[in-house]
């Protein structure tokens, strides 16, 4: 089992960044996926949730109508992009679903 993310970066406030997770070794498609992240020197905390089929995502009420989480399960992937960047947005990004963890990508907002 492994879960990839990718995307991260430094992004000037205001800006947008993409982040993808790609899983392997097991059924993707039957089960939720999560966006977690932590920053410095703060417990992590959950960013958004997402569901195998249909039903509703839920976001942090901090990224609520910035983030949107999406998945495509043909691809076996799962997206989170993220729109109006702030620096408070710092924090490595991980990846959760199936009890496995990514190993994170960090997003740094700054001028």
């Known amino acids: 089992v492994q879960l990839v993310e990718s995307g991260g970066g430094l992004v000037q406030p205001g800006g947008s960044l993409r982040l993808s997770c790609a899983a392997s070794?097991?059924?993707?498609?039957?089960?939720?996926m999560s966006w977690y992240r932590q920053a410095p020197g703060k417990e992590r905390e959950l960013v958004a949730r997402?569901?195998?089929?249909?039903?509703?995502?839920t976001y942090a009420d901090s990224v609520k109508g910035r983030f949107t989480i999406s998945r495509v399960n043909a691809k076996n992937t799962v997206y989170l992009q993220m729109n109006s960047l702030k620096p408070e947005d710092t924090a490595v990004y991980y990846c959760f679903g199936y009890n496995t963890w990514g190993q994170g990508t960090q997003v740094t907002v700054s001028s």
């Open positions: 070794g097991f059924a993707f498609s039957s089960y939720g």
């Open positions: 997402i569901p195998n089929f249909g039903g509703s995502t």
